[in-house]
């Protein structure tokens, strides 16, 4: 691609594994940045265990599909850290990269020799952003979470889920897609920091801490109010309000009804369609929508109150009529009235049936060597002048090592014979993969 | 406070100019926290996200909004009819000196007041406008409307999130709260900006983004397009934990106190971990046969998988409080974690080891309040919020008079005819 890319010129050190600090790194790398995966067979547990790999692969090192989407845009070294030449090679790549990100517990790079102190001794301007589970100072810094254990922790899972029942919670790790967005941010406002200064620095990122602030309201309630979200009807499911507890805004939006998930035709796991009426004019086109039941035109469901206060029989009165349409149909019908409605969509109705996402080319299929061809998840957002891309498949585990430390960093051939003998550059009694006895030619 | 902590931001000195709604108010929080200075645009009277509770007191005010509060520290605000010729003049003319302009119009009501990117590009090559919208600017669904459970619905976190049908009967999926259909939007779109402001910091250039918040939600539910993608698979929900292709091991057990622990078992249970478990467990003595020796055999484990998980764990954690064997467990290395409600968080001694808690000072109330501060701490450019939210047209007179150089009795005439 001929045009300019926003982090041109940029190279990373990444360190990450797993998923937030990949999913940080992946989109340093689709601004431009030249990536560079630091890995170890051994201990990437973002490539093994595996349940993404296609049914007619072998599962191994190189084909995660979820690897693959999260690994984008990226080369990877493998590389020994723990024995003495590979923390020089380490050191040696730092020297002349911007940014080192890590996702360890708190004390994995100081004890390497790669503290922040060490950092700055090799590279003066180094930005080194260090993603840990609770960050590197306070009480609990030795701590380690995965995304639900975040989650559980500052309060996020307990505002999913229905009143006097368990927390719905987060289906999926909310904060590793999330801890991955403040990486990239962190990475980036520290990389415009040190353009406009000169001076690089340490950025303490923590997954647990970053999540806490997306409660906002609801400790502001708490904090300026005094009232808990440990209530009566919190949370109140789909719905603004539950009926028949105190009216207390939910921190969602506006209290208003209807306000939930309706079931539409026909029935099966995932046809359901979200609907929500933020004002009384929409709700009587809704009611036009619908064919302007009697029910519908009742005096308790004229007033927001009267919807709010009847809810139960609203919803079930609405359902009645949602079953009757397929959920898209229903979208369209709602949407060309202005009401608003869209629906429940799956993986496979987002990759498949969603006319916007198709139009917008969120998913482009690109080439994987040990994968094929599969669509890769593009960017939520266009720039005019540096476009981010996909442009890489996720690297093969060391398909970057010869590349890198004979072409970037001038070691000979030999010594990357060598540094593959001894354990440097893949651990000595593991099989190599077909492309590093290529490379070892 | 520390030394670093009275630096300036990382983005001190950068002019952002934000006419955003509840949509994308977080985004710029997020620039205003990390040292912009942020104006907020409001339209004369406020912008409609202060008419949304909770309210200071119960009390319900555009100046008490809680949920108004906590989106818009660390900005000024001004107000500013775009509709009028007078709005436009001075829109341009803050424009010239902007870094960067967020907005949140429906798609075209900018173009339609001669106030789209090319036209304002024209007296500022170095702007950076991004555009956080719905959908984004093109597309069959455009124009369509939203709000925060339709976001979590089309962008698939509600088919992710719920309960298996024997813990809550025909219940749907569930849109997990807090509003966070925006914030998927708002993180998107800040890194967006924060890319183009470091590509200016070489080419000297601006650029216009456009960006979608059904795509940044399309973008956050971890595996599950890959699932699709690569095995044709759609998840289920399961309370409470990951969804999955099939029944996994819950993950959430009811603790002593009435409140919930997440305790990660389910595909770690091999010898040295159940051996670990069974010391974590003894020590409360409760590894019931945990600690016989059979258990380090990995099919004799395969075959207790439900004993150790729905008898052993899940009566361990039934006999204390949360919070007790969340700290016993990390302290043994385990990824464990109490569910707490928001409120807990004001106890976690970590969390103030951190300084995270900050005062914010309402100076018209005569009060400070505290708010949650940064998600990271940086050594060099701290990231602090800096101020309360703006009153409505707080800055007015500052921006207007004091930096565009009206008269006061010019600043009374537009207030007059409704423009600011």
Redesign the interface.
């Known amino acids: 691609m001929s045009r300019?890319?926003?982090?041109?010129n940029?190279r990373v050190v990444d360190f990450s594994w797993v998923?937030a600090g990949p999913w940080a790194t992946r989109?340093l790398g689709a601004?431009g940045a030249e990536v560079i995966k630091i890995e170890w067979p051994e201990s990437e547990r973002g490539r093994l265990?595996s349940?993404?790999?296609?049914?007619n692969v072998e599962v191994n090192l190189n084909t995660s599909?979820?690897f693959?989407?999260t690994n984008a845009n990226k080369k990877s070294l493998s590389l020994n850290v723990r024995n003495a030449k590979g923390l020089e090679i380490a050191k040696r790549l730092i020297a002349i990269s911007d940014i080192v990100i890590e996702n360890f517990s708190s004390r994995v790079l100081r004890n390497w020799g790669l503290g922040?102190e060490e950092l700055c001794k090799i590279k003066p301007d180094i930005v080194y952003v260090s993603m840990s589970g609770?960050?590197h100072?306070?009480?609990?810094?030795h701590?380690?979470?995965?995304?639900?254990?975040?989650?559980?922790?500052?309060?996020?899972?307990?505002?999913?889920?229905?009143p006097d029942?368990?927390?719905?919670?987060?289906?999926?790790?909310?904060m590793?897609?999330?801890g991955g967005?403040?990486g990239?941010?962190?990475a980036?406002?520290?990389?415009?920091?040190r353009?406009?200064?000169g001076?690089?620095?340490?950025?303490?990122?923590?997954q647990m801490?970053?999540s806490?602030?997306?409660?906002?309201?609801?400790?502001?309630?708490?904090?300026?109010?005094g009232?808990?979200?440990?209530r009566a009807g919190f949370?109140p499911?789909?719905r603004a309000h539950w009926p028949g507890t105190p009216l207390?805004?939910?921190?969602?939006?506006?209290?208003v009804a209807p306000?939930?998930?309706?079931?539409t035709h026909p029935g099966e796991?995932?046809d359901?369609?979200?609907i929500?009426c933020?004002s009384d004019d929409e709700w009587q086109r809704l009611v036009q929508v619908m064919g302007t039941p009697s029910w519908a035109t009742t005096e308790r469901f004229a007033t927001v109150a009267g919807r709010l206060r009847h809810q139960e029989e609203l919803d079930e009165q609405i359902e009645a009529w949602s079953r009757t349409l397929g959920k898209y149909e229903l979208m369209e019908c709602c949407?060309a009235a202005?009401?608003?409605?869209?629906?429940?969509?799956?993986?496979?109705?987002?990759?498949e049936h969603?006319?916007?996402?198709h139009?917008?080319q969120?998913?482009l299929a690109m080439e994987h060597p040990a994968?094929g061809l599969?669509?890769v998840?593009?960017?939520?957002?266009?720039?005019?002048?540096?476009p981010?891309s996909n442009h890489l498949p996720a690297p093969l585990i060391g398909q970057h090592t010869r590349e890198i430390v004979e072409g970037l960093l001038g070691y000979s051939h030999e010594e990357l014979r060598a540094g593959f003998e001894d354990g440097t550059f893949w651990p000595t009694r593991r099989a190599r993969f077909p492309y590093m006895e290529d490379m070892l030619r | 406070m520390t030394a670093a902590q009275t630096l300036p931001g990382?983005?001190a000195?950068l002019r952002v100019l934000e006419l955003a709604d509840?949509k994308g108010q977080f985004c710029g929080k997020?620039l205003g926290d990390?040292g912009a200075d942020v104006v907020k645009i409001e339209p004369p009277g406020g912008e409609r996200s202060r008419?949304?509770?909770?309210f200071?007191?119960?009390i319900p005010h555009p100046e008490r909004s809680?949920?108004f509060?906590?989106?818009n520290t660390s900005k000024r605000g001004i107000t500013l009819n775009l509709e009028t010729a007078d709005g436009r003049q001075l829109f341009g003319l803050l424009a010239a000196t902007a870094d960067v302009i967020l907005e949140t119009f429906r798609p075209g009501f900018l173009a339609s007041l001669g106030l789209d990117?090319e036209a304002l590009r024209e007296q500022n090559s170095r702007l950076i406008v991004?555009s956080l919208t719905p959908?984004?600017q093109?597309?069959?669904?455009?124009d369509?409307?939203?709000?925060?459970?339709?976001?979590?619905?089309?962008?698939?976190?509600?088919?992710?999130?719920?309960?298996e049908e024997a813990?809550?009967p025909n219940?749907?999926?569930?849109?997990?709260?807090?509003?966070?259909a925006w914030?998927?939007?708002c993180?998107?779109?800040?890194?967006?900006i924060?890319?183009?402001?470091?590509?200016r910091?070489?080419?000297g250039?601006g650029?216009?983004?456009?960006?979608?918040i059904?795509?940044?939600c399309?973008?956050?539910?971890?595996?599950?397009?890959?699932?699709?993608?690569?095995?044709?698979e759609?998840?289920?929900?399961?309370?409470?934990?990951?969804?999955a292709?099939g029944p996994t091991p819950r993950?959430?057990f009811?603790a002593k106190d009435g409140t919930?622990?997440?305790a990660?078992v389910g595909?770690r249970l091999n010898p040295k971990f159940v051996k670990e478990l069974a010391e974590l467990l003894d020590s409360y003595g409760m590894a019931g046969d945990l600690k016989d020796p059979k258990y380090q055999d990995p099919a004799v484990i395969a075959k207790n998988t439900s004993h150790i998980i729905d008898d052993l764990i899940a009566n361990f954690i039934a006999s204390l409080p949360a919070e007790e064997v969340?700290h016993a467990a990390?302290e043994r290395?385990f990824?464990?974690?109490?569910?707490?409600?928001?409120?807990?968080?004001?106890d976690d001694?970590?969390?103030h080891?951190?300084g995270?808690w900050k005062q914010v000072e309402h100076k018209e109330l005569g009060r400070s309040?505290?708010?949650?501060?940064?998600?990271?701490?940086?050594?060099?450019?701290p990231?602090r919020i800096s101020t309360r939210a703006p009153l409505i047209g707080e800055h007015n007179t500052d921006i207007f008079c004091d930096e565009l150089g009206l008269s006061r009795g010019e600043l009374s005439v537009l207030a007059e005819n409704r423009v600011i």
Request: with cysteine; net charge neutral; glycine share 10%.
């Open positions: 300019s890319r926003a982090l041109e940029i998923r989109w601004f265990p349940t993404t790999t296609p049914q599909g979820n693959n989407d922040y609770y960050g100072t306070g009480r609990n810094h701590y380690t979470t995965f995304g639900p254990v975040a989650q559980a922790v500052s309060g996020l899972t307990y505002l999913s889920g229905l029942k368990p927390p719905a919670g987060w289906g999926w790790s909310y590793d897609d999330t967005m403040y990239a941010m962190c980036l406002t520290g990389l415009y920091h353009n406009m200064t001076r690089g620095q340490h950025i303490d990122l923590s801490v970053s806490v602030p997306l409660n906002g309201p609801a400790l502001l309630d708490f904090t300026v109010n009232r808990g979200s440990r949370p499911g789909n207390v805004n939910n921190y969602r939006g506006p209290t306000h939930n998930a309706y079931r796991y995932n359901w369609c979200v929500v933020h949407q202005g009401v608003r409605a869209l629906p429940v969509q799956s993986a496979e109705d987002r990759v969603d006319p916007q996402l139009h917008r969120m998913y994968l599969h669509k998840q593009n960017a939520p957002f266009k720039l005019s002048e540096t981010a | 990382p983005f000195g509840e997020l990390l008419q949304v509770g909770p200071l007191d119960d809680l949920s509060w906590y989106y990117y991004c959908f984004g093109t597309g069959p669904w455009r369509y409307l939203s709000s925060d459970l339709l976001h979590m619905a089309a962008g698939g976190e509600m088919a992710s999130s719920g309960y813990d809550a219940a749907p999926p569930i849109a997990p709260g807090g509003g966070n914030h998927m939007g993180h998107y779109a800040a890194m967006a924060m890319a183009a402001l470091v590509h910091t070489v080419s250039r650029q216009y983004i456009d960006a979608s059904h795509e940044a399309v973008l956050t539910t971890e595996a599950a397009i890959a699932n699709y993608i690569y095995r044709g759609v998840l289920r929900r399961q309370t409470g934990r990951h969804h292709a993950t959430q009811r919930y622990v997440c990660l595909g969340y990390q290395g990824t464990w974690g109490a569910v707490r409600a928001p409120e807990a968080l004001l001694a970590h969390l080891d951190r995270f309040f505290v708010y949650p501060g940064e998600a990271a701490i940086y050594n060099g450019s990231w």
